[in-house]
């Protein structure tokens, strides 16, 4: 055992750079953010415990689904920041990395200053308890817009102290940024768990005030941390600010907006679609499921965060024929994986039960198998999305995306009907998901074998 173990590092020492990163940071991420996936299990029950109205707790969920919805809307600077960061850092170009991240910080900055200013005058107008579908006479007016003011303004903090995560992607430091989603989790839990319960509009303005400082304060000392150490000559300064920089990250971002806006469509519509088709109550439902399957396409995810970054890193090097084996590689992974998602389906309601105990709800395994088939588009999507996004090819992405968009809400909107259900829109999620799916993988294919052809060719 301990020379198998002596001659397996003999190995990785000798491996490539770039498989070494992909190591450390899987390693890194599987510690730190597969502890933060532990954490939100038990954030569930402790939030059941928190909200004891289960049609207060959908609306909870409802509001960050949609209000999360925002942070796309940046866009696709983060990601083209990402992008155009990996070259210089690699050729260590001190002057372009500053521009860049100036420039990015400054765009975004304008657009947050712009948001919240604008959200003082418009929200006084939206009537928030038609939209989540709340009566007046469970949470008021007054503190439906006082709570969602509070989200809404720690959600758009989130969108620009949120570029440091672009930053440490970048520097290939993903391990870091399941560190912060650790530290919100953590937070979060401890909250919910001890808080002494009060009536429920104590509570939401409570938990939305913890919720922007759970969130924004890890990012704001990562931020401070990063750019007096690693990149102490680099951090964000207006004097720095070029349009032509701004416009090179959102020429890139722009498609990567473009792409983010009809990702979330899809998947980040179920909570308000289950919440208008059937009932705020029913997302609590439709959480137990959710958390539960996607929890191992979570932990697979894991293992991609790095995988971006070096794809862009191995592309601007040549190195097609490392990009292939990669891709090779985490189709077997993914195939586990959906073999253990099925698995999961004969234990789901022991799982259920120990997890939630009085509050278990009674397992419908019609919902479990559709979740399961959900839960497998997720990490298949994560598989080839990530080498797709390292190699700025986002055409196939824009196009599908765009189609399944289109599609979704209709569909969900029939299925509800047709199951008298809301999986319905689970069932829509899987068919507006699953045409991407099946295409970007041969147009990966092609890429792939047509660039390696060449670099063996100029060997």
Not at 232 to 243: D, I, N, Q, S, V
Request: proline residues 2%; glycine residues 6%.
């Amino acid at each position: 055992m301990y020379k198998y173990f002596v001659t397996l590092m003999k190995q990785f020492k000798n491996t490539n750079e770039n498989n070494k990163t992909i190591v450390y940071n899987t390693i890194g991420a599987f510690i730190v953010k597969g502890g933060a996936l532990a954490i939100s299990l038990f954030t569930m029950p402790a939030y059941i415990r928190y909200f004891d109205n289960q049609q207060i707790l959908g609306l909870w969920f409802t509001m960050l689904s949609v209000l999360s919805w925002v942070l796309t809307f940046d866009l696709g600077i983060g990601n083209g920041l990402r992008n155009h960061l990996v070259p210089a850092l690699v050729k260590r170009d001190q002057i372009k990395i500053k521009k860049f991240i100036s420039s990015a910080y400054a765009v975004v900055g304008i657009i947050v200053l712009f948001a919240l200013v604008s959200s003082v005058v418009i929200f006084r107008f939206i009537d928030w308890n038609t939209i989540f579908n709340v009566p007046n006479d469970i949470v008021s007016t007054k503190i439906l817009n006082v709570t969602t003011s509070i989200v809404f303004s720690g959600i758009m903090l989130q969108f620009l102290f949120k570029l440091i995560t672009s930053v440490l992607y970048a520097m290939q430091k993903s391990a870091l940024n399941n560190f912060l989603s650790l530290l919100t989790s953590i937070i979060i839990l401890i909250y919910v768990s001890f808080a002494k319960t009060s009536d429920i509009s104590t509570n939401l303005i409570s938990l939305a005030v913890v919720n922007v400082l759970a969130v924004n304060v890890p990012l704001l000392i990562a931020t401070v941390i990063i750019f007096t150490k690693e990149l102490r000559g680099c951090k964000p300064e207006l004097k720095y600010f070029e349009m032509k920089y701004a416009r090179e990250v959102m020429r890139l971002g722009g498609i990567f907006f473009w792409v983010q806006i009809m990702y979330m469509i899809i998947t980040a519509t179920n909570e308000f679609l289950i919440t208008w088709f059937t009932a705020p109550e029913m997302v609590v439902e439709y959480q137990i499921y959710y958390k539960l399957f996607t929890l191992i396409g979570n932990i697979f995810v894991l293992t991609l965060s790095p995988i971006w970054s070096a794809v862009t890193k191995a592309l601007s090097e040549q190195n097609f024929t490392w990009i292939k084996k990669l891709y090779k590689t985490l189709k077997w992974m993914a195939l586990l994986a959906v073999i253990f998602e099925f698995m999961m389906i004969a234990f789901l309601q022991f799982g259920i039960d120990l997890w939630l105990g009085d509050n278990a709800i009674e397992v419908n395994y019609n919902y479990a198998i559709a979740f399961a088939i959900f839960g497998s588009i997720i990490i298949w999507n994560g598989v080839i999305s990530s080498i797709a996004n390292g190699c700025g090819e986002l055409k196939t992405q824009s196009i599908f995306f765009t189609i399944g968009a289109l599609i979704k809400i209709p569909i969900a909107w029939v299925l509800v009907g047709v199951f008298d259900s809301w999986i319905g829109v689970i069932v829509a999620n899987i068919i507006a998901m699953g045409l991407y799916c099946g295409v970007q993988p041969i147009w990966l294919n092609r890429f792939l074998n047509e660039k390696e052809m060449e670099e063996k060719l100029n060997v």
